[in-house]
């Protein structure tokens, strides 16, 4: 089984920043992609940002030149600093990691979420 536990949200003022981070653990051979969704009340789950092993990131339209995605593969963690946000920012961020396990099984894991609140 795979863990994923993510930390670094909370309340910030518009024009704040803020760091997400997502560590991995468990039964883990090896982490392809990882990327941070964001889901808002009433909306569906958006894509924020997604990084491959190799360090190769897409970002959605609404944060690029604002937020910057980045991982530690020796610690299978992901991050996401978040600069400049913005009220509509404000949601529900969720890590996802494609992962294979040590059985040579790849499976989808997602992280309980953590709140971002952009208000001020």
């Known amino acids: 089984q795979v863990q994923l536990v993510e930390s670094g949200g909370g309340l910030v003022q518009p024009g704040g920043s803020l760091r997400l981070s997502c560590a991995a653990s468990?039964?883990?051979?090896?982490?392809?992609?990882m990327g941070w969704y964001r889901q808002a009340p009433g909306k569906q789950r958006e894509l924020v940002a997604a990084?491959?092993?190799?360090?190769?990131?897409n970002y959605a339209d609404s944060v690029k030149g604002r937020f910057t995605i980045s991982r530690d593969n020796a610690k299978n963690t992901v991050y996401l600093q978040m600069n400049s946000l913005k009220p509509e920012d404000t949601a529900v961020y969720y890590c996802?990691?494609?992962?294979?396990?040590?059985?040579?099984?790849?499976?989808?894991?997602w992280g309980q979420g953590t709140q971002v609140t952009v208000s001020s």
């Open positions: 996802n990691a494609d992962v294979m396990g040590v059985s040579m099984v790849p499976n989808d894991y």
């Open positions: 468990g039964s883990i051979f090896s982490i392809n992609a």
């Open positions: 990084i491959t092993s190799g360090g190769s990131t």
